[in-house]
């Protein structure tokens, strides 16, 4: 099952880049693994799915002892706290969701001790929501000027989560909010930050967020099925 599920997603990002004039490679599927078990992340591996996303840290830190052989891709989507950034920060391979200057410290601290950069991105609150977290839109230049100031922590574009709704079309207004600020930041001239990355778009409205720019999607019922919670 999850073979083929990755198969016909990989599948519709081809017809949609082919639609938009993009490349389909230049598209990175995050597999969403959040109460999905140990054995379905597996399959995932075996049908050559590599970059994987958790939402908690203590469940990616069971997750990665046990998949270490592995050696899965882990990006971190969740909210972090900065009291947890020191259990991820020696192996996780993309934070999607710095929306402070605190957290932003702490994976600076972080990554001196375990003598890395990490990659982040800034995540965004598009939306009217106020279950969602991220930077407000009228900050985020402000926030990626401060941030660029830590040489471990290297911002490599944004994130954000479209609204609840069943109607994928309803996320295009934050989604191309927030490919516009990418590029309102990249030409505020920032030094030691980049806008490659625009993350967004999950199972129900990827399509959506690749039409409007998305380089990364994060998918996981569409992959690994309903979650039983």
Not at 51 to 71: A, C, I, M, P, T
Not at 116 to 127: F, G, M, N, P, Q
Not at 169 to 179: N, T, V, W
């Given at each position: ?142 926030l990626v000027k401060s941030i660029s100031k830590l040489p471990r922590v290297r911002i490599c574009g944004l994130m954000t ?69």
């Amino acid at each position: 099952m999850v073979a083929e599920n990755i198969k016909n997603i990989r599948k519709r990002i081809d017809e949609t880049c082919f639609r938009c004039g993009r490349k389909p490679n230049d598209i990175t599927v995050v597999a969403v693994t959040k109460t999905f078990s140990v054995e379905l992340i597996r399959e995932a591996i075996n049908a050559g799915q590599l970059d994987f996303g958790e939402n908690y840290v203590q469940e990616l830190n069971q997750k990665n002892d046990l998949l270490r052989e592995s050696k899965p891709r882990w990006h971190f989507i969740g909210h972090l706290q900065t009291n947890k950034v020191k259990f991820i920060a020696d192996y996780v391979h993309l934070i999607h969701t710095v929306d402070n200057e605190r957290v932003a410290d702490e994976i600076q601290k972080r990554a001196e001790r375990t003598n890395r950069a990490i990659d982040v991105l800034v995540e965004l609150h598009t939306t009217e929501e106020t279950t969602k977290s991220g930077v407000k839109p009228q900050n985020v230049v402000e926030l990626v000027k401060s941030i660029s100031k830590l040489p471990r922590v290297r911002i490599c574009g944004l994130m954000t989560m479209g609204p609840f709704s069943e109607n994928p079309d309803d996320s295009r207004p934050s989604f191309r909010q927030l490919a516009d600020l990418g590029k309102t930041i990249e030409k505020e001239g920032i030094e030691n930050i980049s806008m490659k990355h625009l993350s967004m778009g999950m199972s129900h409205d990827f399509v959506v967020g690749i039409e409007e720019g998305a380089t990364i999607v994060r998918i996981g019922t569409a992959i690994f099925g309903k979650r039983e919670l």
